[in-house]
C-alpha cells in the first residue's frame, strides 16, 4: 500500500518552518525539497505536490540527489501537531 500526500507541503505552511529552513539551508535545497524528501524517505509515501510556476514544478521534482539523515527525519518528525493536517474531511479515518 502506498499513502497520497495531498498538500504534501501544507499548502505553504511549511515554509517558514525554522527547522525546515535550516536543513535546507545545510543542504542547499528550498525548504519544499526538504519536506518532499522527508515524504519520499518514508519509501511509502507519494507526495502529489502542486503549482503552475515551471520553476517550482521543476524544484518538486529535483528531490533525488541528496538523502536526509536520520537525525534530520527525526528533526524533521517532531515538527508533527496534533492540528497540523490542511485536509482533513470528516469521512477520513484517525491515523494519527
Not at 11 to 23: A, M, S, T, W
Not at 38 to 43: F, G, K
Not at 58 to 67: G, H, Q
Request: aromatic content about 6%.
Amino acid at each position: 500500500m502506498v499513502l497520497t500526500a495531498h498538500c504534501p507541503l501544507g499548502r505553504g505552511r511549511v515554509f517558514d518552518d525554522p527547522v525546515l529552513g535550516e536543513i535546507a539551508r545545510a543542504k542547499g535545497k528550498t525548504v519544499a525539497q526538504v519536506a518532499l524528501r522527508w515524504l519520499i524517505q518514508h519509501d511509502i509515501i507519494a507526495p502529489i505536490p502542486r503549482s503552475s510556476n515551471p520553476q517550482r514544478i521543476a524544484e518538486n521534482i529535483d528531490v533525488f540527489d541528496f538523502v536526509l539523515t536520520p537525525d534530520e527525519m527525526a528533526r524533521i518528525a517532531a515538527l508533527k501537531r496534533p492540528n497540523g493536517r490542511v485536509a482533513n474531511p470528516a469521512f477520513s479515518p484517525v491515523w494519527d
